[in-house]
């Protein structure tokens, strides 16, 4: 459940281009962020969070979720 949590938070307050392009470099950072822009306009900001994460492979997961908790957000 914390994993969770610490997911829906970070999305919720933190995500922004910047940061997609911290943890994923520029190329697939910027990806990201328009995967994740594209997603907020159809499910909305609560719906996009979980359609992201089953859209990673479990390898993006990873790094998106350790960075997550190294950096205590």
Do not use: V
Not at 43 to 55: I, L, P, Q, R, S
């Amino acid at each position: 459940m914390e994993q969770i949590t610490n997911y829906f938070t970070f999305m919720y307050r933190k995500w922004n281009k910047k940061i997609s392009q911290e943890i994923f470099g520029p190329i697939m950072g910027e990806h990201f962020y328009q995967k994740w822009t594209k997603l907020t306009e159809i499910y909305n900001e609560y719906g996009a969070m979980a359609k992201f994460w089953d859209e990673l492979s479990e390898g993006n997961r990873k790094i998106l979720y350790d960075y997550i908790t190294n950096k205590k957000n």
